[in-house]
């Protein structure tokens, strides 16, 4: 029988024994929710493979010390290679139970991204950025069935319900579901990791041999799956850990937050003379019909006009009329009251800590995303100046907030790439290395035409980020012609760089895909082959920082300072100061080294903070 369920410590203690002759295993829980920092905690752990799935059971008797012992027995052999689908949940999970895993940890839907960059999300379409890989798209994409869902069945025909605590919605009761319909449903679960582990592996496998002849010295797609399974453990621990909050401030900070909106929405009113709702789009609409400006129109089924607004287009026209620009400035802090303040406080737990989600399997060029909250959008642009600043809430609980940034760091690394000597030259004479303001001297150098270092600036981005000509027109503000007269003139001046954007381009056009500077595959639409150097940009500086991360991450285990967050190109460590002037240094090493520099390596800018992450200062050590 491939299916067991076990109920007594006896079947628990021999199951462990059989599983601990694996080498290659397969785990999935049963919880009561989704938040194990706010109280959610596992009622079953189903282990298996392809062969043998084992349901332990503790929905009655609950988990005990001889259920955790014996476990841990298991979890703790480091030649046990674990799958998961959403490994780093599981992996929380399990730590609340006093569970820790020592092997390698292979996240499925991590894997299925490497495997094809371009997956459909969850939404149906072709890509959509911020998509899941979810069990039931994975199945149906690599097994060619869909998921078992029998117990969400059950669910929602005997209407088994609760209240979630964090968010106050509806949460499924999968802990009030009969063990004999959810022990099959959780063993199949843990079949479909293993077998989907297996498939997607042999298709890795098998394009490294179809892709060998393009490689060339870059490491295989196998080699750079294993940054990704040390990245999830990393990943898991930081999580663990969190950022401390200010929970006072984000009381008040919220409060204050909805008063000026308040405020300024009373005086709207009064400015007008009637009641306005300014979260009703039909109601600002109309409003900007009566004063006669322009207006995006639809028209509904019926043919009849509908009116709506855009906050972009609203804030292009706000000037034209004072009571616009009053219905622009009250959204701000309604919505650093809403999406900042009131989710901080809804998500932090009892020692007043945020532990934000880092997800690895969501970009297409392999980037982590952050959710729960999103700290990848806080604001920054205007922070300065902000009465309630946001990133004032974060705080430190070791003494002191060390943050590392990669400086220009997608600039750095496409010069090295393209060996584009004339600038690197520059900036390693440079006391002071600026990647535009050398970018533009050679620019004058090679071409005789001086080019101002914002204009340089902005068309280097453009590269980096996959922006066409008429992004870049519109960023300038110049015409179109202008704009691909200023591209031509920046390539005289870094001709190598325009090889290497003529090379990938020529790639994408010819195959579909190009390989990045760690030999992951990423295929693109020939019709975006332009954007060839972004994702080449982009896939490649991910994946340096994901190495960064694991080589910070283990440099730390020798140290009471430990990793919380990684913002873009940035990492932020809680320090303790004692620890502080020694272990700097050597966080930039760690960080530099996770990329191996042709002619000019990677640099590291340094800020602490002694209060909050807002009021950063530079720091040298």
């Not at 012992?69 to 799958?83: A, G, P």
């Amino acid at each position: 029988m491939p299916q067991h369920l076990i109920n007594t410590e006896k079947d628990l203690i021999d199951s462990i024994e059989k599983l601990k002759k694996k080498t290659r295993l397969s785990l999935d829980t049963e919880t009561t929710g989704l938040y194990p920092f706010h109280g959610d905690r596992l009622f079953s752990i189903i282990i298996g493979d392809t062969k043998d799935q084992y349901y332990f059971n503790f929905n009655y008797g609950g988990i005990n010390k001889i259920h955790i012992k014996c476990l841990n027995e298991l979890f703790q052999d480091n030649k046990i290679e674990w799958s998961f689908v959403n490994a780093i949940f599981d992996l929380c999970i399990l730590h609340f139970e006093g569970l820790e895993i020592a092997g390698r940890i292979i996240d499925v839907p991590t894997l299925a991204r490497i495997e094809n960059n371009q997956h459909i999300g969850t939404s149906g379409t072709y890509w959509q950025e911020g998509s899941r890989l979810s069990m039931d798209y994975l199945n149906k994409y690599y097994l060619g069935r869909t998921k078992n869902d029998t117990v969400k069945e059950y669910i929602k025909k005997n209407d088994l319900y609760g209240i979630c605590t964090v968010n106050k919605t509806k949460k499924p009761r999968y802990d009030l579901v009969p063990v004999e319909i959810i022990y099959p449903y959780g063993c199949d679960d843990v079949k479909d990791t293993a077998e989907l582990r297996s498939v997607i592996a042999t298709k890795i496998n098998q394009k490294d041999l179809d892709y060998s002849a393009h490689r060339g010295e870059l490491p295989t797609i196998v080699d750079s799956c294993k940054c990704e399974f040390e990245t999830t453990k990393t990943l898991y621990k930081m999580k663990v850990r969190g950022f401390k909050q200010d929970r006072s401030y984000c009381e008040r900070a919220y409060k204050d937050c909805l008063d000026l909106s308040n405020k300024l929405h009373r005086e709207i009113e009064s400015e007008i003379g009637e009641k306005f709702n300014l979260n009703s789009p039909k109601q600002v609409a109309l409003f900007i019909k009566k004063l006669g400006l322009p207006l995006e129109k639809k028209l509904d089924k019926k043919g009849v006009w509908k009116g709506s607004y855009k906050t972009d287009a609203l804030k292009l026209i706000s000037y034209k009329h004072p009571v616009l620009e009053k219905v622009v400035l009250s959204k701000k802090p309604q919505k650093k009251a809403n999406t900042y303040f009131k989710n901080f406080l809804k998500l932090m737990d009892e020692k007043d800590v945020i532990h934000c989600g880092l997800n690895q399997e969501v970009v297409k060029t392999f980037r982590l995303s952050s959710s729960e909250p999103n700290l990848q959008n806080l604001t920054t642009r205007g922070e300065g100046d902000a009465s309630i600043p946001v990133k004032k809430a974060f705080i430190s609980r070791n003494g002191v907030l060390l943050f590392k940034d990669f400086k220009q760091q997608e600039m750095l690394f496409m010069l090295d790439q393209a060996r584009e000597t004339s600038v690197i030259n520059k900036l390693l004479k440079s006391e002071k290395p600026d990647f535009y303001l050398a970018t533009a001297e050679t620019i004058k150098e090679m071409s005789g035409i001086e080019m101002e270092r914002a204009i340089a600036k902005e068309i280097a981005l453009s590269l980096a980020y996959g922006k066409g000509d008429q992004a870049l027109a519109d960023k300038l503000d110049v015409s179109l012609l202008k704009a691909k007269d200023l591209k031509a003139t920046f390539f005289k001046g870094l001709p190598r760089l325009r090889l290497l954007k003529e090379q990938l381009e020529r790639q994408v056009k010819r195959y579909g895909y190009i390989l990045n500077a760690y030999g992951r595959v990423l295929y693109l639409s020939r019709k975006d082959a332009y954007k060839a150097v972004n994702w080449y940009v982009q896939s490649s500086c991910a994946i340096m920082m994901k190495i960064a991360l694991n080589n910070v991450e283990n440099l730390c285990a020798g140290y009471k300072s430990n990793l919380i967050l990684t913002v873009h190109d940035e990492t932020i460590l809680d320090v303790y100061p004692s620890e502080l002037k020694e272990i700097s240094p050597l966080i930039d090493k760690a960080m530099v080294s996770a990329y191996k520099a042709n002619h000019i390596s990677m640099m590291v800018d340094t800020e602490i903070s002694r209060t909050s992450w807002h009021e950063k200062e530079a720091y040298e050590h």
